[in-house]
T-cell receptor, first 115, second 115 residues
Framework: AQSVTQLGSHVSVSEGALVLLRCNYSSSVPPYLFWYVQYPNQGLQLLLK??????LVKGINGFEAEFKKSETSFHLTKPSAHMSDAAEYFC?????????????FGKGTLLTVNP | NAGVTQTPKFRVLKTGQSMTLLCAQDMNHEYMYWYRQDPGMGLRLIHYSVGEGTTAKGEVPDGYNVSRLKKQNFLLGLESAAPSQTSVYFCASSWMGIGSNQPQHFGDGTRLSIL
């Protein structure tokens, strides 16, 4: 069974500071990994995904994430936070192969950006 | 391009009432999903469908029913609403992919309160 753990339900950074949101996963087969962002009163939007190939994945709005198999991690980073980055971020995993079309989500990390 | 559209956006029900939430997608996606989002719980899968005429149970299916009579529509029903079903409900859809390497596209949510 697959699972996702997001460390820190709330992360606060200053504008211009590094953003680091942590995600660890558990999967019995090679995973597909996703980061989604949710702005207030909206649905989830895809930031980036890892399926195969290059382990450093670049997404929208300057975010990137690195798949580290040995650490079972897929942490999300952005070099310089902007006020518009304030939102809730969800890491999700699905299992490659077979007929499993379901995503398992972490519980989310709320990012606050202080001026 | 509307993407995934959910109706209604807000609803207040009394305990024991029934209602149906409608999800429509215009992307010709095979797969559709219903989630509920509660504070600190992330997104939990209620039911999903891998094609027209098919449905399957997710993580928290009790108290809900679904139907997928047309490829573009996925209906979520509450037969006898309970206060524990107060939540924000999200519909999502995705393209057919090998082992879920395709991202899910989300609607803006339905905020449901059961009194």
């Amino acid at each position: 069974a697959q699972s996702v753990t997001q460390l820190g339900s709330h992360v606060s950074v200053s504008e211009g500071a590094l953003v680091l949101l942590r995600c660890n996963y558990s999967s019995s087969v090679p995973p597909y990994l996703f980061w989604y962002v949710q702005y207030p009163n909206q649905g989830l939007q895809l930031l980036l995904k890892y399926t195969t190939g290059a382990t450093l994945v670049k997404g929208i709005n300057g975010f990137e994430a690195e798949f580290k198999k040995s650490e079972t991690s897929f942490h999300l980073t952005k070099p310089s936070a902007h006020m518009s980055d304030a939102a809730e971020y969800f890491c999700a995993v699905s299992e490659s192969g077979g007929s499993n079309y379901k995503l398992t989500f972490g519980k989310g990390t709320l990012l606050t950006v202080n001026p | 391009n509307a993407g995934v559209t959910q109706t209604p956006k807000f609803r207040v029900l009394k305990t024991g009432q029934s209602m149906t939430l409608l999800c429509a997608q215009d992307m010709n996606h095979e797969y559709m999903y219903w989630y509920r989002q509660d504070p600190g719980m992330g997104l939990r899968l209620i039911h999903y469908s891998v094609g027209e005429g098919t449905t399957a149970k997710g993580e928290v299916p009790d108290g809900y029913n679904v139907s997928r009579l047309k490829k573009q529509n996925f209906l979520l029903g509450l037969e006898s609403a309970a206060p524990s079903q107060t939540s924000v409900y999200f519909c999502a859809s995705s393209w057919m992919g090998i082992g879920s390497n395709q991202p899910q596209h989300f609607g803006d949510g339905t905020r449901l309160s059961i009194l």
